[in-house]
DNA sequence: GCGCGTCTGTCGGCCAGCCGACATCCGCGA
DNA sequence: TCGCGGATGTCGGCTGGCCGACAGACGCGC
């Protein structure tokens, strides 16, 4: 199809950049943002609740009556394929609010939240949310950029998985993963999360074998290195030429 | 990791159902379940715009200054490869609301949007998107939905990418559009979308040759039919068989 | 501190489907 | 109505990576 001419949006502010990618998509830190009445009005709400590590905050094919959200912790959002694999769509980290994809439809869950370490997290039946929303009318704004930022995080992984090969996929994801969840020391970003070569694997579409060669790969060649295993990037530079280096042509591309 | 219990959803009404796939991923239509007053309070404020076919509303890397309603017509939403493939996220018809996932966080569009057919748009500056929000409760209810349809259907296409071989993504992505966008008459569904075997092949991960030889066993299987280059579903059910006949074992699944 | 279950590392045969190429068809715009 | 550019249909050589199997390592719970 031909580049069309945008509509309204085709006059551009002078000099405005495109925002980078951990700008771009960083989640809503629905709590850290929550001014203090917002945040003493939701407390007296919320009930609270410790979550065992590996154990689920709601599951797949469940109710969907409370919107959730991480005070400590860290939590996985997994949808199952239909072998039974629970395929990590995102993590949350604290501040964040989940579980509110439901509040609008009030459907059951397509999706699980597992607590990978042992979590605290507030609940708010949907009901209270939406009265909490209506009275608090700054926390549209971040329930909102929540969703929209999760949607810009499967928009990126769709269009990984259909254009990429499975070093590339595996690539992408580290970097993806560094740039939302990566702890920044002296150039080597610390991923602090407990990842199998399964978990990676079910993530990017492809075998666990195959990717423990790719990680080898990379470790062999300065990439990252392992710790107690935890992934740490040494080189985001390097990782980010082997995710460029094999994109093939476009097919069909105007001009190509 | 263990099947966790759920916290505190894990207490189900009795004979809740989950909904079907077409309920729980309608995408809001959002002009169509606006109210007169607020209707007409939306005409008032928004721009129309007539967008001839193969045009862009808007386009990826521009800037997204405005939220769009489809009046009329056929839009579909897309995000570029690293090749310069257009890879279609999903389509929107008359009544939705798109390109709203900008409104909160100010940034750049990620995603470009292309009328399929002659469309009639609506746009709306940002500005005064969030201050009708504002004034209009009930339009941000409708306007979460929307990005939630749009989150699952994302969350979807990525089980789908990640757990599947070529075939069975292509008959799993037809009956997903059929559940979303076809028009049913006495058992066959119409999927008025002008679609490609390239666009398939960019949406699922293959090549255009692979589509053109699955599309054409679906054929003479009995399966679907085409008219004007547009898919028919003649047997919703043996695509459904089809889509589950490869369902590969689970990797590391508690009790496989 | 120790044992164990899970995770990682390796291997090589096999095949799903990529890809370049070419012929034919047909929907759309003038 | 007609011409043309883009779409569809087909082919077969080639290869990326799947997959089952096995050995060794190690993080975590007791």
């Known amino acids: 199809m031909r580049d069309g001419r945008p509509i309204d949006d085709r006059q551009t502010d002078g000099g405005e950049a495109f925002r980078s990618v951990e700008a771009q998509h960083t989640p809503s830190k629905f709590l850290t943002r929550l001014t203090g009445p917002d945040r003493a009005a939701l407390a007296a709400l919320a009930a609270s609740r410790r979550v065992p590590r590996g154990e689920a905050v709601f599951s797949a094919g469940g109710p ?12 996985k959002i997994c949808q199952p394929s239909p072998a039974g694999n629970e395929i990590i769509l995102w993590f949350c980290l604290p501040g964040e609010i989940f579980g ?18 042992e979590s605290l997290v507030l609940s708010l039946s949907q009901k209270d949310f939406r009265e909490f ?30 254009s990429d090969d499975a070093n590339t996929r595996i690539a992408k994801l580290l970097l993806r993963l560094a740039a939302r969840y990566g702890k920044r020391e002296g150039g080597i970003v610390h ?26 790969q990379f470790r062999r ?5 392992i710790e107690n295993r935890r992934i740490q990037i040494e080189s985001e530079d390097l990782l980010t030429e082997i995710s460029q280096a094999a994109a093939p042509p476009a097919k069909h591309r105007p001009g190509s």
Not at 110 to 116: E, G, I, L, M, R
């Open 191 to 216: 991923l602090d999360l407990p990842l199998t070569h399964e978990e990676i694997a079910n993530m990017v579409g492809t075998t666990r074998q195959t990717v423990t060669t790719v990680i080898g």
């Open 100 to 117: 509110l994809a439901e509040v609008s439809h009030g459907g059951g869950r397509v999706v699980s939240a597992f607590a990978c370490e």
């Open 64 to 75: 969907g009556k409370h919107v959730y959200f991480l005070e400590s912790g860290k939590i």
């Open 133 to 162: 929303l209506a009275t608090h009318p700054d926390t549209v704004m971040l329930s909102m950029q929540a969703l929209s930022s999760r949607l810009r995080v499967l928009g990126e992984m769709v269009v990984n998985l259909v």
């Open 221 to 225: 060649q300065g990439v990252l290195s």
